[in-house]
Nanobody
């Protein structure tokens, strides 16, 4: 059974930093696109950043220059380094990944359960 497990969410003051991690476990042959989404109270879930298996990064305009996404393909892990955090970054952050579970199989999309990031003084 494939699982995505996030960690690293916490309460942090404005201007602070956090690093989120997401590990994909289970029977996985390879991971294609991996990314982070977030959902603030009363708002729709939105893309924060994603990264291809080749390392091409994509960011929402609201986090460009402050957040950095990276991955370790050998560990099926994706990270999100968040700097200069603002109160409006407060949200549940979800990991998302397109995973291949067999050599001849197609990609399937998975979500983690989320980790809460609260930015407040």
């Amino acid at each position: 059974q494939v699982q995505l497990v996030e960690s690293g969410g916490d309460l942090v003051q404005p201007g602070g930093s956090l690093r989120l991690s997401c590990v994909a476990s289970g029977r996985i042959i390879s991971a294609n696109l991996m990314g982070w989404y977030r959902q603030a109270p009363g708002k729709q879930r939105e893309l924060v950043a994603d990264i291809t298996s080749g390392g091409r990064e994509n960011y929402a305009d609201s986090v460009k220059g402050r957040f950095t996404i990276s991955r370790d393909n050998a560990k099926n892990t994706v990270y999100l380094q968040m700097n200069s955090l603002k109160p409006e970054d407060t949200a549940v952050y979800y990991c998302n990944a397109d995973l291949r579970q067999s050599i001849l199989g197609g990609l399937m999309n998975y979500w983690g359960k989320g980790t809460l990031v609260t930015v407040s003084s």
